[in-house]
Structure formats: structure tokens, C-alpha cells
């Protein structure tokens, strides 16, 4: 059954039949008459030993067909029957049903014929009460003989509804359901419905001004279990929201709890951040309003943890919100392995001793999200370069034990920010082993955000393999990335680091060549890392 979620109308009513070209029939018209014939004949026993069922069945339905607009409304015994508010128990019924069908369904994850909660609405309009019960089953059974003249068993019925085990409808009977409310085939009315949704949908939203928070947790809901409706609409909310409204009018929506619910939410979550991105990058020009916008941790946990804008890390946007943070929140391995970075990406390695000495005393914490451990490890290799010292070999053991430690889905994170630094500072070797021993690179992962998160690392691989001259795993690794799914706030970062796998390679025709040129400090060490030995 669908979940539950938010009706942002008071009633959904089923289109009027379009002007569809008319499709052909699948139950032939001698069909109809044969079937009409046998029941006839059943009830007046005319048929050759009929069963018991059979005549009851018969007579029920003859009885139905002169009786059909008694038959499809509930009795007067029923509209009289109220509860303790005045709301008839059949409304009640109504109400209960239409409750759970959901607003935001997702029809790229069905066939063509589903789903199927609107079509059971429509059906159940028509017929003027739900169908919970096998007495509902066999009088719709009448009601649609009546109409159409076509014959759908009460069992067929309540397989349909839910109330019996069973598989999906034959179109055949879909047909029949479409031509009880007055379409040619379920084909029509899905068209006309899609169609009608869609623009009703739209309609509601563009003009929806106030949301109740059970209403933000019900399409934020929706949008994390991939429904590409809700996921449209949410886009279109957040950024008209993040576009021009204050900082504190964004805090209901980044609170709502689906955000934090699993990891699957965390690469939702990226996706919105990243696709609004150039949005956030207008809402933060100065020190001030980066000051009022790191205010906010909601913010910070939506907005800057996962919109990680190495793309205007050396000036601009994120450059002025790691600034502020810091100054906020004072020295903190995230903010302070930022500034790191910015130090690398603009060629001033010293100015990030400082920040490396921090992260280094606070030490590995397992209990961190590994991604974070991964800057720490990756700040180890950073400073040992910079004083040109030797790297510790009980580091890379350190590093193993912490692939231990994290369970298998996230082995890629761990890898994120310390396999690239490795690389570029002359460590291949040793990345391949790890990667080789430990398979961080083609673990499974519960979320989507691969085309990040690996193909940072399948970078590192292609500098570790050219720095080795294994061409073949270079090739291979160079097969998989996928340049065209990269995100905005690391794009700029990742063609760096395929414009310097293809120097260390032997390359002349460098594809991101321009984006290097904008990356002094990298591309000061793109032949060779060994400046500081």
C-alpha cells in the first residue's frame, strides 16, 4: 500500500474523460454476450447442472443489473449512522481510504500500468464507498456488470484492493475498471491522468505560500526514497527559498529529521547542495554575510558540510564561510583542513602548517565519520612533506587498522581526502597497496554519490599507476571516471587531478590544462612532487 504522505488539496478528483483516440477492446462484443447469456441462464436454471454457487451467483447479479444505481450507493441505514463529531460513518470510511494513497507517487519505479492509487480512488468515487470488506467486493462486482456490462469476479475485486492474496490485474480487467468510469481502456485514464496531476501538482505548489512542518517532513520524506515528483518539487521549494529569503526562514526545512535518517539521506543531501550551489554562492559575497550565514549551525550542517566548494575555496564564496567559521567556531579539523587545503591549491604550502599541527594533535577518533579521519590522515602525509621528512612507517599500518574499524560501505570515504593527497605528493605506491589489500574503491556503498566520492579515487589511482608505469591499470581506472556526473564543488579539484595523472603519465594534450592553470600550487608540483627533499 502506498505511504502515507501530505495532500496539498482538499480533494483529488479523477479527470473527465479525454478525447483520446479510441483504443481497441480486448474482450470481443461476443464475448460480452456469451458471458450475459450464461448468467441468465444460470438464475433461470436453465444451464446444464449448475452448481449451487453458481445460481447464487447468477441471481445476484441479475438482481444487480435491474437494481445498478441501489446497488453502487451505501443504503439509508447507512447515512444515518453518525460518530461522536456528526460525520456520517461513511464519510468516515471514505476518509480513512483516500488517506492513504499518497500525493507524491513515483512512476519511474513501476510499470507503465502502475500505480495503481488513483485508479482505486477514481473507482471508489464512482462506486460511492470504499471497498475494506468481500461485501463491497461483490456489490462494485454488480455495479461495474451494470455499467459496462462486462464481468469482473468479487475475488478478482478484492485481489485488487488488497483484501486477498494474488498478483497483478490482467490488463483485460484494467479495462473493464476503465470503462466502468467511463474511459476506453486503463491506458486512456492513466494518460489523462498523468497529465492532470502533473499540472495540478505544479499548480498547488507554485502557488503554495505556507507549509505546515508535517508537510516539509512528508515531501522531504519522499524526495530521500528517490520520488522524482517530490524530488522536483523540493528542488523547485529550496530554491526560491535559498534564493530570497533571510537565513533564518531556511532553518524549518534543513531541520526537517529525514535529512539525518541514513546514509542514503547524506547523498540526497549532496545532490541538493551541489545542484543548488550556484545559488548559495550568491547568497554569500562578503566576511559579513558569511559571518550571519556559519551563524546558523543548521546551515552549517545542511549547506557547508555537504557543499564542500573547492571550486571557490582560493576566493569567493568558500572562501569567506571557512573564514568565518574558523572565526566562529575557532580551530576544527574541518575548517582548519580547508585552509589547509586553500594553502595547497594557491602555492603558500607553509601557511598550512598551522592548521596541520592542529588536526594532527587531535589525534584518530574512530568514532568520527571516516571522512574526517581521512583529513587527518591525509594532514600526516601533508606536513611531512612540507618539512621534508620522512613519512612514519607505522602510518600506513595505522591506516589498515582504520580500514578495520570502518565497516565496508564506507571504506571509500575513508579514502576520499587522503588517497588524492597521497598521490600528488609522491606516495603511489603505497595508495595502490592499500587500495589493492583493503578493495576501498569497489566496495559496496548505500548511496549514489559514487560518481564523487570513487571517482576522486580512481584519480589518485590513475597519478599512483602513472607514477609506477602501470599503463594498463592507469587505462583501466581512466575507463571508469565519470567526468560529466562530477559536482560543481569538486569539479574544478577532480580535472585538476586528471590533468595531472595525464602529465605524470607522459601526456602532451592535457584535457583540463586550463583548469590546472587556475591551481598554482598544483600545478607546481604536476611533474614532480619532490620540491621540498
Not at 479510441?22 to 447469456?37: D, F, H, M, N
Not at 512528508?218 to 524526495?223: G, I, K, R
Not at 529529521?257 to 547523498?267: D, I, K, P, Q
Amino acid at each position: 500500500m502506498p505511504r502515507k504522505t501530505v495532500m496539498l488539496c482538499e480533494k483529488v478528483q479523477a479527470p473527465h474523460p479525454g478525447k483520446l483516440p479510441p483504443i481497441s477492446r480486448v474482450t470481443s462484443t461476443s464475448r460480452l454476450s456469451a458471458t450475459a447469456e450464461r448468467i441468465n441462464n444460470i438464475a433461470n436454471g436453465a444451464c446444464v447442472i449448475p452448481t449451487e454457487r453458481q445460481r447464487v451467483f447468477a441471481r445476484a447479479n441479475k438482481s444487480k443489473l435491474a437494481n445498478s444505481a441501489l446497488a453502487a450507493q451505501p443504503g439509508p441505514e447507512a447515512e444515518e449512522k453518525r460518530d461522536s463529531k456528526g460525520i456520517s460513518m461513511q464519510a468516515a470510511k471514505m476518509k480513512r481510504f483516500f488517506e492513504v494513497h499518497c500525493l507524491y507517487q513515483n512512476p519511474f519505479k513501476r510499470d507503465l500500468f502502475m500505480p495503481f492509487g488513483p485508479f482505486k480512488r477514481a473507482i471508489v468515487q464512482k462506486f460511492g464507498r470504499p471497498i475494506l470488506t468481500k461485501a463491497d467486493a461483490v456489490d462494485l462486482e454488480g455495479a461495474i456488470y451494470a455499467e459496462t456490462g462486462e464481468l469482473v469476479s468479487y475475488n478478482t475485486i478484492r485481489r485488487f484492493f488488497g483484501l486477498a492474496a494474488g498478483g497483478e490485474p490482467r490488463v483485460s480487467v484494467l479495462n473493464i475498471y476503465a470503462k466502468y468510469l467511463g474511459y476506453e481502456s486503463y491506458q486512456a485514464f492513466h494518460q489523462n491522468l498523468e497529465r492532470h496531476r502533473f499540472y495540478n501538482l505544479w499548480t498547488n505548489i507554485i502557488l503554495k505560500t505556507e507549509w505546515t512542518q508535517a508537510e516539509r517532513e512528508e515531501l522531504v520524506t519522499a524526495a530521500i526514497e528517490e520520488d522524482r515528483f517530490a524530488q522536483s518539487v523540493l528542488l523547485h521549494v529550496l530554491r526560491d527559498i535559498i534564493r530570497e529569503q533571510p537565513f533564518h526562514n531556511w532553518i524549518p526545512w534543513l531541520k526537517c529529521n529525514a535529512w539525518v535518517r541514513n546514509e542514503e539521506a547524506n547523498g540526497v543531501k549532496m545532490f541538493y547542495t551541489n545542484t543548488l550551489g550556484p545559488v548559495l554562492r550568491t547568497r554569500v559575497t562578503s566576511h559579513e554575510e558569511a559571518q550571519a550565514f556559519v551563524s546558523h549551525p543548521e546551515i552549517v550542517n545542511w549547506a557547508v558540510h555537504f557543499f564542500t566548494d573547492y571550486s571557490s575555496l582560493q576566493s569567493g564564496y568558500f572562501m569567506y564561510v571557512m573564514t568565518a567559521l574558523l572565526e566562529s567556531t575557532g580551530p576544527d579539523i574541518y575548517p582548519s583542513g580547508m585552509h589547509s587545503m586553500r594553502a595547497l591549491f594557491m602555492g603558500n604550502y607553509e601557511a598550512a602548517l598551522p592548521h596541520l599541527e592542529y588536526i594532527i594533535d587531535l589525534g584518530y577518533d574512530g568514532s568520527r565519520y571516516p571522512v574526517l579521519n581521512s583529513r587527518y590522515f591525509a594532514s600526516m602525509y601533508y606536513r611531512h612533506w612540507i618539512l621534508g621528512s620522512q613519512v612514519p612507517e607505522e602510518l600506513e599500518g595505522q591506516i589498515e587498522v582504520a580500514y578495520e574499524v570502518v565497516p565496508p560501505f564506507m571504506h571509500h570515504l575513508l579514502g576520499m581526502e587522503l588517497f588524492p593527497m597521497m598521490a600528488l605528493l609522491g606516495h603511489g605506491e603505497a595508495v595502490i597497496r592499500i587500495a589493492k589489500f583493503y578493495r576501498a574503491f569497489d566496495s559496496e556503498r548505500i548511496h549514489w554519490t559514487a560518481a564523487l566520492d570513487l571517482d576522486l579515487t580512481r584519480l589518485a589511482l590513475m597519478i599512483s599507476f602513472a607514477q609506477t608505469g602501470d599503463h594498463s591499470g592507469f587505462h583501466e581506472m581512466e575507463n571508469l571516471i565519470q567526468p560529466e556526473n562530477w559536482y560543481a564543488s569538486y569539479r574544478d579539484y577532480q580535472e585538476c587531478l586528471y590533468a595531472i595523472a595525464e602529465i605524470r603519465y607522459g601526456r602532451s594534450d592535457i584535457r583540463f590544462r586550463n583548469t590546472l592553470d587556475r591551481f598554482p600550487g598544483l600545478k607546481r608540483i604536476a611533474v614532480n612532487p619532490n620540491i621540498f627533499s
